[in-house]
């Protein structure tokens, strides 16, 4: 039996995706979450979970987050991500955190169901119209300009983000000003908003 939990926030979809795995005979739903944190919490709970299914963008924990820690605490639990987001850049992000699965919301369920068993044996399954793209969305950003962009596109002043990451405002600036050159953006806001599309932050 394939021991499954399905973090997913949005509940309809959560509870489809519970009824339609638990119509298959070798594979049990044992528990369910509406974000990372809730399905850390089940994970401890739950014992032996062979799969976690779950989405990328969710409260508290995203889908990735959780994929990271549950590799660190549960490294004999796979993780795969079934989600609307299918670009390269949340694709590669994804299988750098070492997911074994990216699926979309609209795969038909017989699919799924066979993609939880392929992955349960140790393949790694992604959607076709995405395996080509899998190493086409290097991500331009450093890991501090994303940090800064980010709290920039949450609305903070550069005075603020300076202050939050140990940072001169002049350092600050430099770094907005050259994401935004990056991503060939008109401002910060800009630049923040074009990453987000791209599934860079």
């Known amino acids: 039996m394939i021991r499954v939990l399905i973090a997913e926030d949005q509940s309809l979809v959560l509870g489809a995706l519970a009824t339609l795995l638990g119509l298959e005979e070798d594979i049990e739903v044992v528990a369910t979450a509406a974000d990372g944190q809730v399905a850390m919490n089940e994970l401890a709970r739950a014992g032996s979970v062979d799969l976690v299914l779950t989405d990328i963008e ?11 820690t549950v590799r660190q605490e549960f490294p004999d639990t ?31 369920a017989e699919q799924l169901a066979d993609a939880v068993r392929r992955i349960a044996r140790g393949e790694r399954v992604i959607a076709p119209e995405l395996a080509l793209s899998a190493w086409d969305g290097r991500n331009p950003l450093t890991e501090r300009q994303q940090q800064v962009l980010r709290l920039a596109g949450d609305g903070m002043a550069t005075r603020a983000i300076g202050e939050k990451l140990h940072l001169a405002e002049g350092t600050v600036r430099n770094y907005l000003s050259e994401a935004i050159s990056e991503l ?12 987000r599309q791209q599934g860079w932050m």
Do not use: C, H
């Open 78 to 108: 796979r993780v795969a991500i079934v989600t609307t987001f299918g670009r390269a850049g949340y694709l590669r992000r994804a299988l750098e955190a070492g997911v074994r699965g990216y699926l979309l919301k609209d795969t038909p």
């Open 184 to 195: 060939q953006a008109a401002n910060r806001i800009d630049a923040y908003r074009l990453a």
């Open 58 to 68: 969710m409260p508290n924990m995203t889908g990735l987050e959780l994929a990271e």
